[in-house]
C-alpha cells in the first residue's frame, strides 16, 4: 500500500465528503467527488448530481477552467476511459493540463476503467489508492452489483429490550423513535428498492415510499418489492396504489394463480415467479438476482420475523444490518421476536457478525452489524478487482 501525507489525505477527505451528497441521487452511477488543489489550496470542487449529468472531474475542471493548469486532483474514484452520456473525464484532465490525479479505488466497470493508463501515457503522474476503504464502503452497492449483478443488500428491523417486533395482539407503531424512523427514511433514499413479505404488506400496509427530511433530494422513489407466495394480498393495499408510487414488483410461487397474476399485471404492476425453498418460503436468493437483473444495485429489506430469519439465518443474503433496540419491555410468549423460522441448529452453526458501531438514535440503540461471511471486494495489485469470493478483505 503507498504512503500518503497528512495533506493529500485531507483533500481526499474533501472529495469524499463531496461524494456523499449524491446519496440517493446517482444510481446506477457511482457516487463520486472531485476537488482540484494548487499551491496546497483548493481551487475547485465538484461532484456527480446525477445520470446524465457532469461528472465530478468534469464539474471541477469547468469551475476551475484556465486556473486548472499544473493542478492536483483529487477523486475517490479512477477517472473514468469510456464515452456514455458523458464525455471520458481523462480527456478533460489531460485538456486542462493538470499535472497529478490522486484517486482511492480503481473503477469496477470494464467498460469505464482504464483512466488510470491513460494518464499516465499522457505524462500524468497518478496514484491510487488514497482512502480507499472509506471510498470502497461508500459506493459498496456500486461495486458489487458491477461485479456480480446482484443488489447489495441492508436489513433494518427494530425491536423492544427483549427482541419483539410486535405485540401479541400485532401492534407495532411505534417501537422504534422518530429519529430512529428518519434514519429509516435516509436508508430509504438511497437504495433502489426496498422489499418486504406478505404479512408485514397485510399487517401495516406501508407505502414503502422514502419521505426525506430536512433538505434531502432524491431523483427517484425507490421500487416497491413485496413476496406474496400464494398472490393472497388484496389489491386495495397502499402497496398497489399508484399514487404512493410507481409499479410494484411481485415475486410469488410456480403454482401461484394465474387469474391474480394478470389483474396485477393489467393495473402496471410486474410479477415474477420464484421457486419455494424449505419451509415452503420463496427463494429470496433468487429475487434478489432477479432485481438485480432489472438493474437494482441496492436493496432495502424491511422484515419481519419470518422474512429476517430467511435473510439473515437461512439464506445468510444480509451485507449489513441496521438493528434499532427500544428502550421499553413487550413480553408475551405470543409476542413475535426479531427473528423467527426455525433458528440457528445449533451454536456453532449460527451465523457470526461483526458489529461495526453502536449509538444512539434518539433514544433507541443503534447497532450497525455486518455478517462476518457478508461479500466483500478485493483489490489486486495491478489496480483491478479480484474474483469475489463470501469472505474476502478489501487489500
Known amino acids: 500500500m503507498e504512503n500518503f501525507t497528512e495533506r493529500q489525505t485531507f483533500f481526499m477527505k474533501e472529495a469524499l465528503r463531496l461524494a456523499r451528497r449524491g446519496w440517493g441521487m446517482v444510481s446506477p452511477n457511482p457516487m463520486v467527488g472531485a476537488v482540484l488543489v494548487k499551491r496546497g489550496k483548493v481551487i475547485a470542487e465538484g461532484w456527480h448530481t446525477g445520470p446524465g449529468n457532469q461528472h465530478a472531474e468534469a464539474a471541477a475542471l469547468s469551475a476551475a477552467g484556465a486556473k486548472a493548469e499544473n493542478a492536483e486532483l483529487y477523486v475517490n474514484l479512477e477517472p473514468c476511459a469510456h464515452e456514455g452520456r458523458t464525455p ?60 456480480t449483478g446482484i443488489p447489495f443488500v441492508i436489513l433494518k428491523t427494530a425491536a423492544s429490550l427483549d427482541g419483539k417486533i410486535a405485540t401479541a395482539s400485532g401492534d407495532s407503531r411505534w417501537i422504534s423513535s422518530k429519529v430512529a424512523r428518519n434514519f429509516g427514511h435516509h436508508l430509504r433514499s438511497g437504495v433502489d428498492a426496498i422489499l418486504i413479505g406478505r404479512t408485514t404488506a397485510a399487517n401495516d400496509d406501508p407505502e414503502l415510499s422514502a419521505r426525506p427530511f430536512g433538505k434531502r433530494k432524491m431523483h427517484s422513489q425507490p421500487r416497491r418489492v413485496v413476496l406474496d407466495p400464494s398472490l393472497k394480498l388484496p389489491l386495495s393495499l397502499k402497496l398497489f396504489n399508484p399514487d404512493f408510487g410507481g409499479p410494484t414488483i411481485v415475486f410469488a410461487s410456480p403454482e401461484a394463480p394465474e387469474d391474480k397474476a394478470r ?71 405470543d409476542s413475535p421476536s426479531m427473528v423467527g423460522g426455525a433458528g440457528a441448529p445449533s451454536l456453532t452453526l449460527a451465523p457470526e457478525q461483526e458489529i461495526l458501531k453502536l449509538g444512539r438514535k434518539g433514544p433507541d440503540l443503534h447497532l450497525t452489524v455486518r455478517p462476518v461471511t457478508a461479500w466483500r471486494a478485493v483489490v489486486l495489485r495491478d489496480g483491478s478487482y479480484g474474483a469475489p469470493t463470501d469472505k474476502v478483505e478489501l487489500k
Request: contains cysteine; aromatic residues 6%.
Open 263 to 333: 389483474k396485477l399485471k393489467s393495473l402496471g404492476h410486474k410479477l415474477f415467479r420464484v421457486p419455494r425453498g424449505p419451509g415452503g418460503l420463496l427463494r429470496l436468493g433468487e429475487a434478489l438476482t432477479r432485481l438485480g437483473r432489472l438493474g437494482a444495485q441496492s436493496v432495502l429489506i424491511e422484515p419481519g420475523a419470518t422474512l429476517a430469519a430467511s435473510a439473515l439465518i437461512e439464506e445468510k443474503v444480509v451485507d449489513l444490518a441496521h438493528i434499532f433496540i427500544a428502550p421499553k419491555f413487550l413480553g408475551g410468549q
Open 88 to 147: 471520458p473525464c481523462v480527456e478533460a484532465i489531460i485538456k486542462a493540463g493538470v499535472s497529478k490525479v490522486y484517486y482511492s479505488i480503481p473503477d469496477p466497470n470494464p467498460v469505464a476503467s482504464g483512466g488510470r493508463k491513460i494518464l499516465e501515457e499522457a505524462g500524468i503522474e497518478t496514484r491510487g489508492g488514497l482512502l480507499e476503504d472509506e471510498a470502497f464502503e461508500l459506493n459498496q452497492f456500486y461495486i458489487k452489483h458491477t461485479l
